[in-house]
């Protein structure tokens, strides 16, 4: 059916009433689009009983575009009576959007202690457009203890905000002495003489917990411990509000003996809870896919036995997490800082990947047992930094994020604790001879090395 059909003649929507058909329904009231005040309401206020939460919500929706204050008791029996969220919070909106500034706020402010946050936030939103009186900061404020998180942030963004959403000449700028350097040493030990908020993008792939032979540590706590530090370090010297991307995935150690069982650890799963602990802010998920061959083939017994329980996926994707450093401003601020022809310059443009599953080879190395693809980095790259930035990786292995960096006009700071693996990074970075800027020639330090440049 039209939508302008049933503009001109509202009761038609009867017709797909009758006929039960929930899905039309559903898709002409969806598209329905701009209301003159003259529309019938009649079947729209039908479809507020109707047994289908979506078709209510979408009634109450479309009676807001109507702006009637004759409505308002209506909207209010909704949020009182309706058993669906949603259906209340359209309600809610509905209120927030009559033109009689005394009733909305009243019946708003009620909605404030309401015990579905969902609700509470919709009244909120209505209420904002009062932000200047007096009454309704004294309400609103009130909510800056508010169980729920969200709740909490709007109450702090709107009214204890001492940022300023203004220029910040020093976001785009980094340390020259950190400008394509190679750090030998530990991580955790170098990043101690490092100044806070120094670099735009952290990408790295840690340490896999004592499943290659760089990685022993004594127990899974302990390790998750060692990277808790880094990673805190790691937080402390991103500037405000970018990007920390980790590479890792859950990992196996296979079994003693044939009467053991081989264990499973999920290492992003783990780590997760640790970044939000320290203040990182969950982005995307991003899923690198791999080809089914190159994994590790775990099926071979199923495919005998095909008994339930025993079957085991071949593992053929790793995690790409995606975290932003907390901050009150828009990814937008942090675009805004930069001068518009780095931003033109930086412009990601023609094809891109559009989904979260990244279909990338694995790279093989000579050296290094498991290395990023450079196409893995180079996406990174472009996707979460402008030219010019300074990015780091602080397992930098044979150094690809690093090469990545340099191919795409960044700068690097890497630290990686194996000597064979600086050696190799050295090899890989020396095959690009285009060094965008000969001032900042890489250079490969130990940890006195890095400390003497710093003073
Ligand atoms: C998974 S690999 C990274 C490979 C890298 N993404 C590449 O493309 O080659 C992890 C690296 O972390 C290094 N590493 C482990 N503990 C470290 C520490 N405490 N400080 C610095 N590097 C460390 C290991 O030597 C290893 O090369």
Redesign the pocket.
């Known amino acids: 059916m039209e939508n302008n059909i049933v503009k001109k003649s509202p009761e038609s929507i009867y017709e797909l009433i009758q006929k039960n058909n929930y899905g039309a329904l559903i898709k002409l009231l969806d598209r329905l689009g701009k209301l003159s005040a003259d529309f019938d309401n009649k079947p729209l206020l039908k479809l507020l009983e109707h047994d289908n939460e979506k078709i209510r919500g979408l009634a109450v929706k479309n009676l807001a575009k109507l702006v009637d204050n004759s409505l308002v008791n209506v909207f209010v029996k909704i949020v009182e009576k309706d058993d669906s969220s949603s259906v209340r919070r359209e309600a809610i909106s509905a209120i927030g959007r009559l033109r009689n500034s005394v009733v909305n706020k009243q019946i708003l402010f009620k909605y404030l202690s309401d015990s579905d946050p969902e609700i509470v936030l919709q009244a909120m939103r209505g209420l904002l457009v009062f932000k200047k009186n007096k009454d309704v900061q004294d309400r609103l404020k009130k909510l800056g203890n508010h169980p729920n998180e969200i709740i909490q942030d709007i109450i702090k963004k709107e009214f204890h905000n001492n940022f300023s959403n203004g220029f910040d000449p020093t976001h785009i700028l980094s340390p020259d002495f950190m400008k394509n350097i190679v750090v030998h040493?530990?991580?955790?030990k170098v990043l101690k003489s490092v100044p806070n908020e120094s670099i735009h993008l952290t990408f790295?792939?840690?340490?896999?917990y004592n499943a290659?032979d760089?990685?022993i540590y004594l127990s899974y706590k302990e390790y998750l411990d060692?990277l808790e530090e880094?990673f805190k370090e790691v937080y402390r010297i991103t500037k405000e509000g970018r990007f920390f991307i980790l590479n890792s995935s859950p990992i196996i150690i296979p079994r003693v003996g044939r009467q053991y069982s081989s264990k499973r650890y999920p290492i992003p799963y783990d780590i997760h809870p640790l970044l939000i602990k320290m203040g990182w802010e969950f982005i995307d998920d991003i899923v690198w896919e791999k080809p089914e061959a190159s994994a590790k083939n775990r099926n071979a017994g199923f495919l005998q036995h095909r008994k339930p329980l025993g079957y085991k996926p071949n593992p053929c994707t790793e995690c790409v997490m995606v975290y932003r450093k907390k901050t009150d401003k828009l990814i937008d601020w942090n675009i805004k800082q930069y001068p518009k022809e780095i931003i033109e310059e930086s412009k990601i443009n023609g094809d891109f990947v559009s989904s979260n599953v990244w279909k990338i080879d694995p790279t093989f190395?000579k050296i290094?047992s498991?290395?990023?693809p450079l196409e893995l980095c180079n996406r990174i790259i472009k996707f979460y930094s402008f030219k010019g930035d300074l990015v780091f990786?602080?397992?930098?292995?044979?150094?690809?994020?690093g090469k990545s960096a340099m191919d795409l006009n960044r700068f690097f700071f890497l630290?990686?604790?194996?000597g064979k693996?600086v050696d190799r990074i050295k090899e890989n970075i020396s095959q690009n001879n285009l060094f965008h800027d000969n001032s900042f020639i890489p250079r490969f330090l130990n940890i006195e090395k890095f400390r003497e440049v710093l003073k």
């Open positions: 040493g530990d991580v955790r790295t792939s840690p340490p896999y290659k760089y990685s060692f880094v190395d290094h498991a290395v990023f990786d602080p397992f930098a292995g044979s150094g690809t994020f630290t990686e604790k194996g693996y």
